[in-house]
């Protein structure tokens, strides 16, 4: 089974950045779109970003578009989730997960494998 492994998480101040990373130990990267997630302690995962097997195409949640970007370097086995503009309501665990359909999905159910998390805080 793929392992999924994020880094780039941290605190910052409102109005600040992070860039995500998320590595991938399978070889076989590229046949599959990834996503981003987050969650809150007792509240249900909330999709943020995924993107196409290819990088071709993307979406992003509403609340986090224009402020977000997913990118990914297949050559690298790696997604990435730049995250711009933070405001407090974007603190969260972030998850990056594997799609098993090998498309793009904002829904949680159709991915296969994930991430441990990481942890954004953004202060006000």
């Known amino acids: 089974q793929v392992q999924l492994v994020e880094s780039g998480g941290g605190s910052v101040q409102a109005g600040g950045s992070l860039r995500l990373s998320c590595v991938a130990s399978?070889?076989?990267?590229?046949?599959?779109?990834m996503g981003w997630f987050r969650q809150a302690p007792e509240k249900e995962r909330e999709f943020v970003a995924a993107?196409?097997?290819?990088?071709?195409?993307?979406r992003s949640a509403d609340s986090v578009r224009g402020r977000f970007t997913i990118s990914r370097d297949n050559a690298r086995n790696t997604v990435y989730l730049q995250m711009n503009s933070l405001k407090p309501e974007d603190t969260d665990v972030y998850y990056c997960?594997?799609?098993?359909?090998?498309?793009?999905?904002?829904?949680?159910?159709?991915?296969?494998?994930w991430g441990q998390g990481t942890q954004v805080t953004v202060s006000s």
């Open positions: 997960a594997r799609c098993s359909g090998g498309y793009l999905s904002n829904n949680p159910s159709a991915h296969d494998s």
């Open positions: 993107i196409s097997r290819s990088g071709g195409n993307t």
């Open positions: 399978e070889r076989t990267f590229s046949n599959y779109g």
